[in-house]
T-cell receptor
C-alpha cells in the first residue's frame, strides 16, 4: 500500500462550491504539506503543519483552509471554488525540518 | 529569496545517448538539494538528496552532483522508461526550515 494517499484522485466541481481534498499517511511523519502544481509555475506551497496543533500558511494560502485531524491526516478545503483553482494538488510528508518530503499521487481538480 | 532555475526546459534523447540536466540555485544557507522524478499525472518521486558541495549520489543510470551554485543530474545510456519530468528543489536554512523551493523542471523524452 502507498505511504501517502490522497482522495479523491479526480474531482470536477462548479464555481462557488465548497470541496475538501484529503490526505492520509502511514509513514509516521509529523510534518505534512499541501502544494499545488500549475503548468509553467511549478510546485507552490499552500499550507503546512508541523504537528496537530501547528498549522501555517504557505505562499499561496488565500482561498484555502486546512484541518489536521490527526498526525496521519491533513485535509485541504476550498471554501468557494473558483476556476483559477483548477490545478494538480499534492500532499507531502516529512519526518523533520531537514528531511526529505515524500509526495502523494495527487488530486486533479477542475473548477468549471 | 531562494531561487531555482532548471535547464533545459525540455530534452529529447535517443536511447543510449547520455546527457546532463542542470539545476542552478541561490539559497541562504543550503540545507539540502533534492531531485525528484515526476511521471505525467503522478506525484513527484524522490530520487536524491545532496547536502554539500562535492557530494555525488548514484542510482541505476542516474548520478547527481553538487557544487556551490548548481547541481547536475547525469543520465548515462538512458532508456525510454527514463522519460519523465525531473524536478530540482532546494531547502535553505534561513529562518524557515520547512520550505522547499522548486524549479519548473526538465521534461526528458528518450526515444527508442
Amino acid at each position: 500500500d502507498a505511504d501517502v494517499t490522497q482522495t479523491p484522485r479526480n474531482r470536477i466541481t462548479k464555481t462557488g462550491k465548497r470541496i475538501m481534498l484529503e490526505c492520509s499517511q502511514t509513514k509516521g511523519h509529523d510534518r505534512m504539506y499541501w502544494y499545488r502544481q500549475d503548468p509553467g509555475l511549478g510546485l507552490r506551497l499552500i499550507y503546512y503543519s508541523f504537528d496537530v496543533k501547528d498549522i501555517n500558511k504557505g505562499e499561496i494560502s488565500d482561498g484555502y483552509s486546512v484541518s489536521r485531524q490527526a498526525q496521519a491526516k491533513f485535509s485541504l478545503s476550498l471554501e468557494s471554488a473558483i476556476p483559477n483553482q483548477t490545478a494538480l494538488y499534492f500532499c507531502a510528508t516529512s519526518g523533520g525540518g531537514w528531511e526529505t518530503q515524500y509526495f502523494g499521487p495527487g488530486t486533479r481538480l477542475l473548477v468549471l | 529569496e531562494d531561487q531555482v532555475t532548471q535547464s533545459p526546459e525540455a530534452l529529447r534523447l535517443q536511447e543510449g545517448e547520455s546527457s546532463s540536466l542542470n539545476c542552478s540555485y541561490t539559497v541562504s544557507g543550503l540545507r539540502g538539494l533534492f531531485w525528484y522524478r515526476q511521471d505525467p499525472g503522478k506525484g513527484p518521486e524522490f530520487l536524491f538528496t545532496l547536502y554539500s558541495a562535492g557530494e555525488e549520489k548514484e542510482k541505476e543510470r542516474l548520478k547527481a552532483t553538487l557544487t556551490k551554485k548548481e547541481s547536475f543530474l547525469h543520465i548515462t545510456a538512458p532508456k525510454p522508461e527514463d522519460s519523465a519530468t525531473y524536478l530540482c528543489a532546494v531547502q535553505g536554512g534561513g529562518g524557515s526550515n520547512y520550505k522547499l523551493t522548486f524549479g519548473k523542471g526538465t521534461l526528458l523524452t528518450v526515444n527508442p
